[in-house]
Nanobody, 123 residues
Framework: QVQLVESGGGLVQAGGSLRLSCAAS????????MGWFRQAPGKEREFVGA????????YYGDSVKGRFTISRDNAANTVYLQMNSLKPEDTAVYYC????????????????WGQGTQVTVSS
């Protein structure tokens, strides 16, 4: 069982940056693949990025490639999402995700979810 708590969301102007954090409970955090998804009002939950347990592999959704970076600190049981060059279309609730195997880009396959943190980008 893994419990996830996101933080770091807020209001930012277009072109700005934010860093989201996700603190995980549980002794087996380092064995989980971790990821971030987002959901805007009236839209489906969308894959943002993921990182393997060893940090050797990262991958991103097309809409955030080159702007967002995912990283993790297994000693601190924390995963991060650095978001740069933010756009109004990045406005959404951002969810941290954990998976016992590899992180799928399909949200229906995720094992654990956080409660979400709101990111709002003003134009």
């Amino acid at each position: 069982q893994v419990q996830l708590v996101e933080s770091g969301g807020g209001l930012v102007q277009a072109g700005g940056s934010l860093r989201l954090s996700c603190a995980a409970s549980g002794r087996t955090f380092s064995s989980y693949a971790m990821g971030w998804f987002r959901q805007a009002p009236g839209k489906e939950r969308e894959f943002v990025g993921a990182i393997s347990w060893s940090s050797s592999t990262t991958y991103y959704g097309d809409s955030v490639k080159g702007r967002f970076t995912i990283s993790r600190d297994n000693a601190a049981n924390t995963v991060y999402l650095q978001m740069n060059s933010l756009k109004p279309e990045d406005t959404a609730v951002y969810y941290c995700a954990a998976d016992r195997l590899s992180m799928s880009t399909d949200p229906s396959h995720v094992d654990y979810w956080g409660q979400g943190t709101q990111v709002t980008v003003s134009s």
